[in-house]
């Protein structure tokens, strides 16, 4: 709480003891935290470190729930981001916010148009979308083009000036480089430090170490919620970040991993799979018995690799070979047919796992419901017997299986969505990070019983953005960037180490 | 209004939140029976609403409109609706009472089937929505239908068994209340007891769920269709039979009807939850209210007027205790 800034007369957004917790996470403890004007600074740390948050609570997203922000000195709050925006505070968030059937000048200045008479004035908000273009160096792009017919690079330098137009002294840009192609990189860049130099204050986050070398005035370093360190760019080693980002706490107890098989039989194969840009030839064989994690930063494809094997995605190519012979799983039904017995685990269980205001019951045999049925009725001694032994063997803490499933912990409805498909007996599980937002001991279960799952021969492909949970459950990491899997590790070198140098692609401070 | 609760399947002393609108709307049944028969004690000095006779009629007639209920129902727990129905049922009955002959009833059901399917898969499969998709079905019908009759009446008559189906008895019961029954008796085991009708449930929930779990959903949306416009078919077919021949127009009084019917029985409009008793009083409701409303000589303004705000207070009612789930 008392730590003053090292020169007051310099910090222009102050952060003094800022706590923020949802439910019982804490995404950011105890910050403290302050930009200059005319800086560029850079926010580093892993998922789930308090970046996000941070970024939030300044552009009046959401609000501490301790601590206070100080604006050249003066205490400020922001209840939401237009207050923040008014005093000068802009954000570029990481997804595109632009409106695609508008064009370039009515996005520039959808917040606050220019005025005439009560209606919108046309030609000062073009006059001022062209002024707003030039400065950054974008006089080509005609303000009346609709946005969506413009490539993602010049959408983001829309994006851009939009932010621009709020006239902010500090902009922040939530990776917003992370889809631009190199050379598009160097003008925004051109841009940030031309807009630094005019006095503003810019934070960035991004997962490019080269690119924050390239801008960055000043680094910080994030975990866990906590400011772990700010320092002068080029003062600290890339291994040195790394070994910050990292930390050392151990919170999950995982349960022993078998030694290594000698040759386990393929269980499933993909050669050259590949989907849109996002995921580019992807070879990976997953053995029977093994539980292979797929690590790496958010977003770089992940979830549309498990998504595209579970058949949602349209327009996959390459090859999926699944028990040895080659399947072509073109929906949800396709992937738990037998031969294939895949299952999905998906990302939100409140929307993607669940019918929440469906009993139990309902929720436990919705996947299993032929395998339920005698002739065009279900069965329903079948289906009382199914439910009760799915929620034993999950141990699923229920009152009664008519219940609402919307009425059981976070936890609970998790086990509910594992019962499900353990009910149809997947001889291959797909899991898109399971255990977000559920409780240590649920955690616990849920790992021992992938490992024992894997013990009686199912193949577990475990998406995670805990790196722990890779490091304790996974036989096997593949770390995926960009749509690629980038390295492969095994055994000993499954650790934090490894997997955040090769998902922030740099190798040579992993060795 | 809750004096009574002829409803015992599920009876807990609490009432759950899927029957209360059951219970409810059993109760106001009897507040309608109760105004009606002082009414009728006060002007002709019997209990005409409570005999047998009237009771026996008055479900009769309420058949066409429970059936086409039945079907509109399972779209709506599917989270659509079917805006077709009017003009599906009168192509059912023109068609089956053009065809003539042992044809005539399967070609009445056939027709709906038809239309069902490609309500179906327009939605299902071209991702319309369904109130702009079936509107539009419904326009096509009528089009079809003026065109296949000329504009006129069609001269053809409903067939015997036709006839037979929408007006004979059996035992002193109306054969069109049997069918209605028979029709329940499936809808409500398709609902319970078959994987089509637990799914139907799931995807009004959260289809994106249901999909993920490898439910057949478009299968299920087409199927639902199918058997909403089937069901719209027979209750053409049967209203042709009722009124000897089939007309222009003559669907038009139960779209609006039918998705009262299904809404206050307490199936959420918006998909998802609802049982199929609370849509069998909820048609049975509309049809007293519509007949006590006409013995009371209430002028036509008036019921609407009532007819309407009934079916508003009792969704009102309804909302109030429902918690919203995001």
């Known amino acids: 709480m008392s730590a003053p800034p090292k020169d007051p007369a310099q910090a222009h957004v102050q952060l003094t003891g800022v706590t923020k917790r949802y439910g019982g996470v804490t995404a950011l403890d105890n910050v403290d935290f302050s930009c200059e004007l005319g800086s560029v600074h850079a926010v580093l740390g892993e998922n789930g470190a308090g970046k996000s948050t941070l970024i939030k609570i300044m552009s009046g997203v959401v609000q501490p729930d301790e601590g206070e922000i100080r604006l050249d000195g003066r205490l400020a709050s922001f209840s939401h981001p237009a207050a923040a925006n008014a005093q000068g505070i802009v954000c570029i968030f990481q997804e595109l916010s632009l409106l695609p059937d508008l064009s370039v000048a009515d996005n520039i200045s959808i917040s606050d148009p220019p005025r005439r008479f009560g209606l919108i004035d046309a030609k000062a908000q073009r006059r001022r979308a062209e002024e707003l273009l030039a400065r950054i160096g974008c006089e080509d792009l005609n303000p009346m083009s609709r946005v969506r017919d413009l490539p993602l690079s010049r959408r983001q330098m829309v994006e851009i000036a939009k932010a621009l137009a709020k006239n902010p002294n500090v902009l922040i840009l939530d990776e917003a480089t992370s889809a631009l192609t190199a050379a598009d990189v160097d003008t925004v860049f051109e841009i940030l430090r031309r807009l630094r130099d005019d006095g503003i204050s810019i934070l960035t986050i991004s997962h490019r170490m080269h690119e924050i070398e390239a801008i960055a005035d000043k680094c910080s370093v994030f975990r866990n919620g906590k400011h772990i360190e700010t320092f002068q760019q080029g003062a600290r080693s890339e291994g040195e970040i790394v070994q910050m980002m990292i930390g050392r706490e151990i919170t999950a107890h995982f349960p022993p991993k078998p030694p290594p098989p000698d040759s386990a039989e393929p269980m499933l194969e993909l050669k050259k799979y590949s989907w849109e840009d996002r995921l580019k030839s992807i070879d990976l064989t997953v053995g029977a018995g093994e539980i292979v994690g797929l690590g790496g930063l958010d977003g770089q494809g992940q979830k549309e690799l498990l998504l595209g094997l579970f058949g949602v995605l349209k327009g996959t190519s390459g090859q999926v070979i699944v028990q040895g012979n080659e399947v072509d799983i073109n929906s949800p039904q396709d992937a738990k047919k037998a031969g294939v017995d895949l299952a999905l685990i998906p990302e939100d269980r409140k929307t993607e796992g669940l019918m929440l205001p469906m009993s139990i019951a309902d929720n436990l045999t919705i996947a299993s419901l032929k395998r339920l049925s005698r002739g065009i009725f279900v069965d329903a001694d079948a289906m009382t017997a199914a439910i009760e032994d799915g929620i034993q063997r999950m141990q699923i803490k229920v009152g009664s299986s008519a219940d609402a499933v919307s009425t059981l912990s976070g936890g609970n409805q998790q086990k509910v969505v594992i019962a499900k498909w353990l009910m149809t007996e997947p001889k291959i599980v797909l899991l898109n990070d399971p255990t977000r937002g559920i409780d240590v001991g649920t955690k616990q279960e849920i790992y021992r019983l992938l490992r024992s799952l894997a013990e009686t021969g199912a193949s577990i492909v475990y998406y995670s953005t805990d790196y722990e949970e890779l490091i304790g459950c996974c036989d096997r990491v593949a770390v995926m960037y960009d749509g690629e899997i980038v390295r492969e590790l095994q055994g000993d070198e499954i650790n934090e180490r490894n997997i955040i140098a090769s998902a922030l692609k740099m190798d040579e401070a992993a060795q | ?326």
């Open chain 2, 1 to 326: 209004m809750t004096t009574s609760a002829p409803e015992p399947a599920t009876s807990r002393l609490k009432i759950s939140e899927d029957n209360k609108p059951i219970v409810m709307s059993a109760g106001f049944i009897v507040v309608i029976l109760a105004v009606g028969t002082m009414y009728t004690l006060y002007t002709q000095g019997t209990a005409t609403l409570l005999s047998p006779e009237y009771l026996l009629q008055q479900l009769q007639v309420g058949a066409f409109l429970g059936i086409v209920a039945a079907g509109m129902m399972l779209v709506i727990l599917l989270g659509h609706i079917d805006l077709s129905i009017p003009w599906t049922i009168a192509a059912g009955a023109m068609m089956a009472t053009t065809v003539g002959g042992p044809m005539a009833i399967p070609v009445g059901l056939g027709v709906g089937l038809l239309v069902g399917l490609v309500n179906g898969l327009g939605v299902a499969y071209l991702r319309i929505p369904s109130m702009i998709f079936t509107l539009g079905v419904n326009a096509v019908m009528r089009g079809l239908m003026v065109a296949h009759t000329g504009g006129f009446a069609p001269q053809t008559a409903a067939t015997d068994l036709m006839q037979y189906l929408a007006v004979g008895k059996i035992l002193g019961i109306p054969v069109a209340l049997l069918v209605w029954a028979v029709v329940s008796m499936g809808v409500m085991l398709l609902l319970q007891r078959t994987a089509v009708g637990k799914s139907i449930y799931a995807i009004g929930n959260k289809e994106a769920a249901a999909y993920l779990a490898g439910v057949p959903t478009k299968w299920v949306i087409v199927s639902a269709f199918c058997l909403c416009g089937m069901l719209a078919g027979l209750s053409g077919t049967l209203l042709a039979g009722y009124s000897t021949k089939a007309y222009q127009g003559m669907g038009d009084a139960y779209l609006l009807p039918a998705i009262a019917a299904v809404v206050i029985g307490g199936t959420h409009i918006l998909g998802g939850r609802g049982r199929y008793l609370g849509t069998l009083i909820g048609v049975i409701l509309i049809v007293l209210l519509n007949s006590v409303l006409s013995i009371m000589q209430m002028p036509e303004s008036g019921r609407q007027i009532i007819y309407g705000t009934v079916i508003i207070v009792m969704l009102l009612v309804y909302g109030r205790g429902r918690k919203v789930t995001s």
